[in-house]
C-alpha cells in the first residue's frame, strides 16, 4: 500500500513568516511530486511540481525533495493570510496513472 | 470555457434514484481522473482513463460507473447509493505520457449528498 502522510495540522504561522510544509512517502519510485492548495469548499490547486532532488523556487514558493529521505517539503516565504488553505502533497510513479494524495495540512496565516 | 468543468455542482438524491455527473476537460489532455473526497480523508483515486481505456480501478463499488466516450468528456453514473456516499466528487485531467511532468488540474467538483 503506497501511502503519503503529512501533518494534519493546524499550522499556524503570523503573517510575514515562513512557513514549512513536509511530505514523506512510502514508495521508493515515486518519480513526480506535486503540491496542491485546496481552500475550503473548493477544489484543489495546483501551486508546484518537482521531480529532481533539490530545490525548485517559483515566487514565494519553494518545493524541496529528498528522494533518499524520501522526504519532499513546501516553503512558503512572507506568508499571507490569503495563504491560510489546506495544502496537499501528491506522489505518482513513473509506471501508471496512480496519484497519492496525502491527508493535507491545513495552513493558518495570522495576522 | 477553460479549464476542467463539472456539472451539476450540486446534487441531491435519493438512495433509489440514477444520476450522473459529467466532467469536461478544454486543456488538451488524453488522461482523466475521478476523485472522491470526504470530510478528514485524503483525496481517494477512484477511476483513472487514459486514452479512453481505464486503467485503474480501486476497488470502487459497482453501485458507480465509469464512462469515457472521448478524451475530452468523462462521466461517472450513480445508482442505489448510500447515505456515505455523500461527499464531493472531483474530476481532474492531465498529459498522458513517458516524460515524468503531467501533473492533474480539478474540475471545481460536485457535492454529492445522498438522503
Known amino acids: 500500500q503506497k501511502e503519503v502522510e503529512q501533518n494534519s495540522g493546524p499550522l499556524s504561522v503570523p503573517e510575514g513568516a515562513i512557513a514549512s510544509l513536509n511530505c514523506t512517502y512510502s514508495d521508493r519510485g515515486s518519480q513526480s511530486f506535486f503540491w496542491y492548495r485546496q481552500y475550503s469548499g473548493k477544489s484543489p490547486e495546483l501551486i508546484m511540481f518537482i521531480y529532481s532532488n533539490g530545490d525548485k523556487e517559483d515566487g514565494r514558493f519553494t518545493a524541496q525533495l529528498n528522494k533518499a529521505s524520501q522526504y519532499v517539503s513546501l516553503l512558503i516565504r512572507d506568508s499571507q493570510p490569503s495563504d491560510s488553505a489546506t495544502y496537499l502533497c501528491a506522489v505518482k510513479d513513473n509506471y501508471g496513472q496512480n496519484f497519492v494524495f496525502g491527508p493535507g495540512t491545513r495552513l493558518s496565516v495570522l495576522p | 470555457e477553460t479549464g476542467v468543468t463539472q456539472t451539476p455542482r450540486h446534487l441531491v438524491m435519493g438512495m433509489t434514484n440514477k444520476k450522473s455527473l459529467k466532467c469536461e476537460q478544454h486543456l488538451g489532455h488524453n488522461a482523466m481522473y475521478w476523485y472522491k473526497q470526504s470530510a478528514k480523508k485524503p483525496l481517494e483515486l477512484m477511476f483513472v482513463?487514459?486514452?479512453?481505456?481505464?486503467?485503474e480501478n480501486n476497488s470502487v463499488p459497482s453501485r458507480f460507473s465509469p464512462e469515457c466516450p472521448n478524451s475530452s468528456h468523462l462521466f461517472l453514473h450513480l445508482h442505489t447509493l448510500q447515505p456515505e456516499d455523500s461527499a464531493l466528487y472531483l474530476c481532474?485531467?492531465?498529459?498522458?505520457?513517458?516524460?515524468?511532468?503531467?501533473?492533474?488540474?480539478f474540475g471545481p467538483g460536485t457535492r454529492l449528498t445522498v438522503t
Open positions: 482513463y487514459s486514452l479512453e481505456e481505464r486503467v
Open positions: 481532474a485531467s492531465s498529459q498522458s505520457g513517458q516524460g515524468l511532468l503531467y501533473e492533474q488540474y
